[in-house]
């Protein structure tokens, strides 16, 4: 079956840093992008960014709202994807999801499997 | 890049069809082929329904179906039944390559 699991979350105050994971298996984590999404508390869904898989540059795509202050990379061969967040800010509170894309090569751009979401929350 | 535009909610009784709307704009849905919806239930993880407009994973229910018209994407649920509550998110990839969801429609099966 295969599994991808969210890990990291917690309480941090405003500006500081925090980095997600997102354990996976029984899948080739390395064939596949990655993508992380968020939910904050009562919303809808949001995209956050997306990892290509390493036949594709490994290149990373965010969304404005997060760009410049969010990093995600992945090790391929712990099948670990991260999602670093720094600079934080209240409104970055939310349920953040990994997920894999639903084929190895472009297009990519939807999602089949997901994790049961890490809980972050900003706040001083 | 603004929401895609969804209905906030739908309802039906079981045994009949619905359509749940996603309007966006000639730099998402009506760019690309690249819409998908999501069905969520309360404290779950979302679940894909669709893909590229049309195409359902296996898995998927032949009861969920999509389609597309201009800048408009649909996902008609028939024969509705009870598990089928839930809330559902229309998804976009856009020509600022990024991905844009819809704010999300609560189904109540009445």
């Known amino acids: 079956e295969v599994l991808l699991v969210e890990s990291g979350g917690g309480l941090v105050q405003p500006g500081r840093s925090l980095r997600l994971s997102c354990t996976t298996s029984a899948f080739s984590f390395g064939d596949y992008p990655l993508s992380w999404f968020r939910q904050a508390p009562g919303q809808g869904l949001q995209w956050v960014g997306l990892i290509r898989n390493k036949d594709y540059g490994a290149i990373t795509q965010y969304a404005a709202s997060v760009k410049g202050r969010f990093i995600i990379s992945r090790d391929d061969s712990k099948s670990v994807a991260y999602l670093q967040m720094n600079s934080l800010k209240t409104e970055d509170t939310a349920v953040y999801y990994c997920?894999?894309?639903?084929?190895?090569?472009?297009?990519?751009?939807?999602?089949?499997?997901w994790g049961r979401g890490t809980l972050v929350t900003v706040s001083s | 890049q603004s929401a895609l535009t969804q209905p906030a909610s739908v309802s039906g009784s079981p045994g009949q069809s619905i359509t749940i709307s996603c309007t966006g704009t000639?730099?998402?849905?009506?760019?690309?082929?690249?819409v998908s919806w999501y069905q969520q239930h309360p404290g779950k993880a979302p679940r894909l329904l669709i893909y590229?407009?049309?195409i359902r994973p296996s898995g998927v229910s032949p009861r969920f179906s999509g389609s597309k018209s201009g800048n408009t994407a649909s996902l008609t649920i028939s024969g509705l039944q009870p598990e089928d509550e839930g809330d559902y998110y229309c998804c976009s990839y856009t020509t600022s390559s990024t991905l844009v969801f819809g704010g999300g429609t609560e189904l109540t099966v009445l």
């Open positions: 000639t730099n998402d849905v009506g760019a690309y082929n690249y």
């Open positions: 997920s894999r894309a639903g084929q190895q090569f472009p297009p990519f751009w939807y999602f089949d499997m």
């Open positions: 590229d407009v049309t």
